[in-house]
């Protein structure tokens, strides 16, 4: 009995494997599937067309009723684009600052800190700092339990015109092993646009 117990938990193990190397093998560029619903990405500009990054075609702006509900607070992202369900949610909050890109790992820290300490319950996955089109891009994962079932949530951090833009790719954790390598994709499609090609 516990022979065919140990089978089927390796067997679990071997088709998680096999599932995820073929959520892996899937990019942005080329459509994903997941849930047996197909995504068609194409690039979207912010913020005046200084921000560019590839979101899911289908993704709409959040209802200004149901933004209230999810961000109550009145320092709610600027930009909450969503799928037909609500769930599954890209959002771009600029931060007026001063600093410089090479501030953007402590930025980090500093907003993850502030999370672990409000938030005891939050659980801290990967993290780190990636040079993306030579702007540096600091990120972190965590779970956050909600009313409706925990949360899985890609956090990350761009610098723009001395500003911290702040990004967040969250989808129910039962989902994210599907989206994680999508939200990673997201965040490397991040490209700023200077003044000059701005104008």
């Known amino acids: 009995m516990a022979t065919e117990h140990f089978d089927e938990q390796i067997r679990y193990s071997i088709n998680q494997a096999e599932e995820q190397e073929e959520w892996e093998k899937q990019n942005i560029y080329e459509g994903v599937t997941i849930n047996e619903e197909y995504y068609e990405f194409q690039e979207a500009s912010f913020f ?3 921000l560019k990054l590839y979101i ?6 959040m209802p200004a009723e149901i933004a209230e509900m999810k961000y109550p607070s009145s320092n709610r992202p600027q930009i909450i684009k969503t799928d037909n369900t609500g769930s599954i949610n890209i ?5 007026s600052n001063t600093i410089e890109d090479e501030h953007i790992p402590q930025v980090k820290d500093g907003i ?3 999370l672990q300490r409000l938030n005891p319950s ?4 990967d993290e780190g700092v990636e040079k993306i089109e030579e702007k540096t891009v600091g990120f972190f994962e965590f779970k956050s339990p ?8 890609r956090m990350f951090f761009i610098e723009l015109n001395h500003n911290v833009i702040m990004g967040v790719f969250n989808c129910g954790f039962s989902d994210h092993m599907a989206w994680k390598p999508i939200a990673r994709q997201i965040m490397q499609s991040l490209r700023i646009c200077s003044e000059k090609a701005a104008g």
Do not use: H, Q, R, S
């Open 48 to 50: 005046e067309d200084k």
């Open 56 to 61: 899911p075609v289908n993704f709409v702006d």
């Open 91 to 95: 959002t771009l909050k600029l931060i």
């Open 112 to 114: 993850k800190n502030i």
């Open 122 to 125: 939050y659980l801290f996955m």
């Open 146 to 153: 909600t009313l409706d079932g925990a949360v899985f949530n």
